[in-house]
């Protein structure tokens, strides 16, 4: 073909090897970033939110090239199962009406519990989650599925308690407490059930513990007590000040509350 088309066939090696030299070592280095905004979030983004973070750094590569990348060093997202929960009878309205989007700080908060394992025996933890930014305001640990733990998750918010209007969980039994109905009573904060199931009524909650199960407990053995309560407090720290969240525009919760104030 060269001496057919009249041309040295040094040039024709040429041409041909030194892109593939400059597109290896440009993949090669895409790829390290990768790993370490991966690593960075503790193993826990996705080619999407790897983008986001890319373009930070003014690197800009496709969702298809991030992750086809991933995949190649095997990055793979956890999953986990649903489990069932007792059901509160409670005659309490849905006062929320899966109007997720608030744009007041501390007008709505959202609750839920989910287990982790600690020595080999479940635990569980409850959030506290502003619907506004969808901040952790509030957070607890315990041995035990009760209001006891509802109730120590209420009184770690360090927000004002009195701008709370609505205060809005599934119908688990463990939110059914006269110690948790004094508390809201005390602030003046209505009561708001989700129907008898139906999931789609709590989806901000469902899809935040979805990220905890994911992020912070799956395949997780904690070897006490005391070291979940550490974990936690940093967890909640990061997923705070640090991990950026799709539905924020990819800021973090403090962040886009700043940018509001601003």
């Known amino acids: 073909m060269c001496k057919l088309l009249n041309i040295s066939r040094s040039s024709l090696y040429y041409a041909k090897n030194k892109p593939a030299k400059k597109y290896n070592a440009e993949e090669e280095k895409l790829t390290q970033h990768i790993k370490e905004i991966f690593k960075n979030s503790r193993n826990n983004y996705g080619f ?13 590569a496709s969702k298809r090239r991030i992750r086809r990348i991933m995949k190649e060093n095997t990055y793979t997202v956890k999953q986990y199962k649903v489990h069932k929960q007792t059901c509160n009878n409670d005659k309490i309205d849905n006062k929320l009406k899966r109007n997720f989007n608030q744009e007041e700080r501390m007008k709505v908060i959202v609750s839920d519990l989910t287990y982790v394992n600690v020595a080999g025996k479940w635990n569980y933890i409850c959030l506290m989650l502003d619907l506004y930014n969808r901040e952790i305001v509030g957070y607890a640990a315990g041995k035990h599925k ?3 733990l509802v109730r120590k998750a209420i009184t770690t918010i360090k927000y004002d308690l009195n701008k709370i209007e609505i205060f809005h969980t599934d119908r688990g039994n463990e939110f059914k407490n ?3 109905d ?14 008898k199931g139906c999931p789609y009524d709590h ?4 899809a935040t513990y979805k990220i905890i199960k ?3 407990a799956f ?5 006490d007590f005391e070291e979940l309560e550490r974990e936690l407090f940093d967890y909640v ?19 886009y509350r700043s940018n509001d104030q601003k």
């Not at 004094?182 to 129907?195: C, Q």
């Not at 989806?203 to 469902?206: G, L, Q, R, S, T």
Request: glycine share 4%.
């Open 237 to 255: 720290n990061w997923y705070n000040n640090i991990r950026i969240h799709g539905s924020l525009e990819y800021k973090t919760p403090i962040e």
């Open 203 to 206: 989806a901000v909650a469902e």
């Open 48 to 60: 999407r939110k790897i983008k986001v973070e890319l373009k930070k750094k003014g690197i800009i």
């Open 214 to 216: 994911t992020e912070f």
């Open 146 to 148: 009760d209001a006891d």
């Open 178 to 180: 006269n110690i948790i």
């Open 182 to 195: 004094e508390v809201l009573d005390t602030f003046k904060i209505d009561r708001s059930l989700s129907a």
């Open 219 to 223: 395949n997780r053995i904690f070897n």
